[in-house]
């Protein structure tokens, strides 16, 4: 197990420092996503965690929250790479379908979801889950990669011989729907990523 965490750490650095050699800092842009998020306060949930770099950002200040992805090998990986920095008793990981989300009305107060809108096949539908579970005075985090950082990352999987494949609502159509249910938007870009804060209660 130890040697399985030791390779998931490897393959952890070497794709942030691959990203790093495109122009790209993985950990930059986390943090400016989360320091845009601040306070933080309540309950936590991140929808799509991935390989778990904005996992691993949230369980390095401290913050106990859930994390759930519908793929278990991507999870996997997060989950080792979460105990390799020894930060694992901060995360509950589950493999949940964001369609379809097992908790209660209001069961969240902040609620993450980092580089996974491009992916969402049926945004609307998960949107629709999100606000279903958001708090009252809760908040939801969506960030995506901007046009520059489609680009990037586009070129670095095609460098690869793999296909970055993005599609589905842009954050400005997802912020727009937002809006029309009664969240006060708030929208903040750095280089490489669009950020949108969408507040419940209207202030």
């Known amino acids: 197990m130890e040697e399985k965490i030791s390779e998931n750490r490897k393959a952890y650095l070497e794709k942030i420092k691959l990203y790093m050699d495109f122009g790209y800092d993985i950990e930059k842009e986390r943090r400016f ?44 990986f997060a989950r080792q790479n979460v105990e390799s920095f020894g930060l694992e008793k901060f995360v509950d990981f589950r493999i949940e379908d964001a369609e379809h989300l097992s908790f209660d009305d209001n069961s969240f107060d902040i609620i993450f979801s980092i580089n996974a809108v491009h992916h969402f096949i049926n945004p609307l539908k998960i949107l629709d889950e999100l606000i279903r579970i958001i708090s009252f005075e809760g908040k939801i985090i969506l960030s995506d990669f901007s046009k520059e950082g489609l680009e990037l990352i586009s070129k670095i999987h095609a460098g690869q011989g793999r296909e970055h494949k993005a599609g589905g609502m842009n954050l400005l159509a997802m912020g727009n729907y937002l809006k029309d249910k009664g969240f006060r938007i708030e929208r ?15 202030i």
């Open 188 to 202: 903040h870009s750095s280089r490489f990523q669009d950020l949108l804060i969408a507040y419940h209660q209207i």
């Open 33 to 76: 996503i989360l320091e845009k998020s601040y306070p933080l306060y309540g309950e936590i949930l991140e929808v799509g965690t991935g390989k778990g770099h904005f996992t691993l950002e949230l369980a390095k200040e401290g913050n106990n929250f859930i994390s759930l992805d519908v793929s278990k090998q991507e999870q996997d």
